[in-house]
């Protein structure tokens, strides 16, 4: 109405800290004012939240950040154990380190479209995630960022990711399939190690490393075709598969370093012609 006075942005800031940017329009939150918190919806005021603003807040359940926000700090989320429900800000392009990490009631998740880099234990120890739903933008995935997941079963990584860090599911002991970028080069150490449901994974065909013990523990993977453009498969990388039967290699090579294939008594390698 005319001459109504104009809302103070800050009004809607009462349960945060937070500081006012350059701009003179937008806020930067700092933290929670309590840890008693049970639902934290920001305000479009809002575009940048700093590290560890949100952490170890043990009774906050919901968190829903508008558009407008396109910055997070790392660990902005970590130890909140009782966060459930996350609906996150299209306006960011990175989750950063730790965000997620030990968010031990969280179910499921999307990533939105826009996000390019999902940086290291974003998602460790989230022993209830479920399901997550990656971003066709995303091109890096950070060490250890799923490690400990070990409520997921399912996991598509896009065609767009061309990094992929060492020990990413490890112990995602519920994990059955993966579906792998095709555009990734490398599998780092320790990728898939004690993921004891793991039967079903595709490697990517321009891949030309397979690193140490990147499926030790595998122990329901029960065949795998190396592509031709393996080079190197480094130490342990299929110990202790015992279900594993076929091995496909390619006519030639690749180089395999020491017990690639140790305690799997029931692999049979056949090069292809």
């Known amino acids: 109405a005319a001459g109504a006075p104009a809302k103070d942005p800050k009004a809607a800031l009462t349960d945060f800290e937070a500081f006012l940017n350059a701009d003179g329009e937008t806020y930067t939150v700092v933290r929670l004012k309590t840890k008693t918190l049970r639902e934290a919806r920001l305000p479009d005021c809002v575009t940048s939240i700093m590290p560890e603003a949100f952490r170890d807040c043990d009774q906050l359940c ?10 997070i700090g790392h660990s902005v989320f970590a130890g909140c154990t009782a966060l459930a429900s996350v609906s996150l800000s299209r306006g960011i392009t990175e989750i950063n380190h730790s965000t997620f990490m030990g968010c031990t009631s969280l ?3 999307t990533v939105p479209e826009g996000v390019t880099r999902i940086e290291d234990n974003a998602f460790t120890g989230c022993s209830s995630l479920e399901s997550i739903v990656l971003p066709s933008t ?3 995935l ?5 490690a400990g997941c070990s409520s997921l079963e399912h996991v598509r990584i896009p065609d767009s990711v061309t990094s992929l860090g060492i020990c990413a599911f490890q112990n995602c002991v519920k994990l ?4 792998l970028s095709d ?8 990728t898939f190690q004690n993921c004891p449901k793991l039967g079903d994974v595709t490697l990517p065909s321009r891949l030309s490393v397979i690193g140490s013990n990147a499926f030790n523990g595998c122990s329901s993977l029960r065949a795998v075709t190396i592509p031709n453009s393996v080079t190197l498969i480094e130490a342990n990388a299929f110990y202790n598969c015992a279900k594993l039967t076929s091995v496909s290699l390619p006519a030639a090579g ?6 690639v294939f140790a305690n799997s008594p029931n ?3 056949v090069r292809r012609s």
């Open 267 to 269: 692999a049979k390698l």
């Open 107 to 109: 179910h499921t998740l």
């Open 254 to 259: 690749p180089k395999m370093g020491d017990n």
């Open 183 to 190: 555009s990734l080069t490398e599998l780092g150490y320790a």
């Open 62 to 71: 919901s968190v829903s950040l508008p558009d407008s926000v396109t910055w």
């Open 138 to 140: 995303l091109v890096l």
């Open 142 to 146: 950070g060490q250890h960022v799923f």
């Open 176 to 179: 059955e399939t993966a579906e």
